[in-house]
């Protein structure tokens, strides 16, 4: 699975401006991807020049066409390319960092939020002529023959956030813009929760808490009295007994829903835990 940022900041083929904390990306689909699956480490803002994809969550697929703009969250998607016409996108990757400093920076768009309030992992962000216009003027900055400095670059993207925070309609992701600043524990539970199904490594989901693997193993501990590994596996076969029970999946297709990466590892865990396999699970609860 492709960790996105990587991939678009080190290839050396994408025209893009890169900061210390964000990264301007001009990308153009190749036709023959249909369907893929990718994670990104740092969120990231998306506006459609031309053609048509989804953004696909557990929750809801995101139908995006030309002039439309999502705020992704980090984590893992499934994206869907529909090949009859050029895609062509505007991607803004921006961390945590940058977002904590613009909004300490700005008071006025400080809100008071909700540790257990639930955020979307997708928002659909409204925008206005002035918004467009902006992605305009980025656009000309990354065909000029001159580079880019840093500076000016980091004053683009505040103006995208400020665009971004001054719509009322944006509401909900001003809210999320704060929540960032939230407790460790609160932001390490949050991104386990949701991409535990996911078949990424240890050093992936630290990254995408933002921290070194050292850090986030200290603080998993600290806070869960446990490793991520145990926990991870803890919480796929929890999920995995709920899909057993609920759906008409293979126990081949359950175990690949709850991220383990094989048929015969997915046996082994469960019957470690449990003492039977998952088929035999299956049968016992359902004649109880």
């Not at 904390?21 to 740092?42: A, G, M, R, S, T």
């Not at 961390?95 to 400093?101: A, G, K, L, Q, S």
């Not at 925008?127 to 305009?136: A, E």
């Amino acid at each position: 699975m492709i960790n996105a940022y990587e991939y678009f900041k080190n290839h050396p083929k994408f025209n893009k401006l890169v900061g210390n904390d964000f990264l301007f990306v001009e990308y153009k689909c190749p036709l023959n991807i249909e369907e893929f699956q990718l994670w990104v480490e740092n969120h990231l803002i998306t506006y459609v020049i031309s053609g048509k994809k989804d953004w696909i969550t557990s929750k809801k697929t995101h139908k995006l066409s030309a002039g439309d703009t999502l705020f992704v969250r980090k984590g893992v998607y499934t994206t869907k390319q529909y090949l009859e016409s050029d895609y062509c996108v505007m991607l803004f990757f921006i961390n945590d960092n940058f977002i904590n400093r613009f909004i300490a920076a700005n008071p006025t768009f400080k809100r008071e939020f909700n540790h257990k309030n639930e955020h979307n992992q997708i928002f659909e962000i409204s925008t206005n002529d002035v918004f467009k216009t902006l992605i305009k003027s980025i656009f000309q900055y990354l065909n000029q023959k001159e580079e880019m400095p840093k500076e000016l670059v980091e004053i683009k993207f505040k103006e995208l956030l400020f665009n971004i925070a001054l719509n009322p309609n944006n509401k909900d992701l001003l809210f999320f813009f704060n929540s960032i600043m939230q407790d460790s524990k609160t932001t390490i539970e949050n991104i386990m929760t949701e991409n535990f199904q996911y078949d990424l490594k240890i050093t992936d989901y630290a990254k995408l808490c933002g921290k070194s693997l050292s850090s986030f193993k200290r603080e998993f501990k600290k806070y869960f009295n446990t490793t991520p590994s145990r926990w991870l596996i803890k919480k796929r076969l929890d999920h995995s007994k709920i899909l057993l029970l609920g759906t008409n999946l293979t126990v081949s297709e359950v175990g690949y829903e709850c991220g383990f990466k094989n048929n015969s590892h997915f046996i082994q865990a469960f019957k470690k835990a449990t003492q039977v396999t998952p088929n035999k699970y299956r049968l016992l609860k359902k004649e109880a």
